[in-house]
């Protein structure tokens, strides 16, 4: 008795790169987000469960003279961030379909603008840390705000160096649909940086102000 025939399958004619959901590393970079926004999530609950143990938020500060009894967080460098972050979805979204169209002239320079971004709101997350009056290691509430900021600070980080990276590989290689994909992923995560803060914004920024 013969053994049917295997079924062949004819893969020659598929592309060798997919965009979006059809790529295995779109997924990879969602199971990234969706771990990260957990994080977030973790770290978010924990600020709040430390804030049951405080009659005032934030704790007033009775180590210097004259005491700060209402020590909320100064707002300049923190607002300035976030509209920063959100308005760079913009030149982000830009150089996303730049990408998809292999336009490498408009994506180096879209990676430039978005490493300029980046870098400013380092510096902008630097100010902002000594924006809630505290050293880390003051008391519960210090420690989790600084390790909220950090947290993200670390995000916006690892965003620069992908854009330089891409960025120096544009310059000096060819610019093909692979590299597009990379791209795509990275507006997909900057979208996240930007949007994840507005959340942590509100809770850093303006629950001390309405609690």
């Not at 957990?38 to 978010?44: E, F, K, N, R």
């Not at 509209?83 to 180096?108: F, H």
């Not at 430039?112 to 870098?119: G, W």
Request: aromatic share 18%; hydrophobic share 55%; with cysteine.
């Amino acid at each position: 008795m013969h053994a049917p025939p295997a079924r062949v399958i004819d893969a020659s004619k598929l592309s060798d790169n997919a965009m979006d959901a059809h790529a295995p590393l779109w997924w990879g970079n969602l199971l990234m987000i969706l771990i990260e926004t957990t994080t977030m999530a973790l770290l978010i609950a924990a600020y709040f469960y430390i804030r049951r143990n405080f009659w005032e938020w934030p704790p007033p500060r009775m180590d210097i003279g004259p005491p700060l009894l209402d020590p909320v967080p100064r707002l300049t460098a923190g607002t300035v961030n976030v509209l920063l972050l959100v308005a760079s979805c913009v030149p982000m979204y830009w150089t996303d379909q730049a990408a998809r169209r292999l336009e490498r002239g408009k994506v180096i320079l879209g990676l430039l603008v978005m490493s300029l971004v980046a870098a400013a709101s380092l510096w902008l997350r630097w100010i902002e840390f000594w924006d809630f009056h505290f050293r880390w290691d003051d008391n519960a509430y210090a420690s989790v705000v600084w390790t909220i900021l950090g947290m993200h600070w670390f995000y916006i980080f690892a965003g620069l160096g992908e854009f330089l990276i891409m960025t120096a590989w544009a310059i000096r290689h060819p610019f093909e649909e692979k590299h597009a994909l990379d791209t795509t992923l990275i507006g997909g995560y900057w979208y996240w940086v930007a949007g994840i803060w507005v959340v942590t914004y509100v809770v850093l920024y303006w629950y001390p102000r309405w609690s």
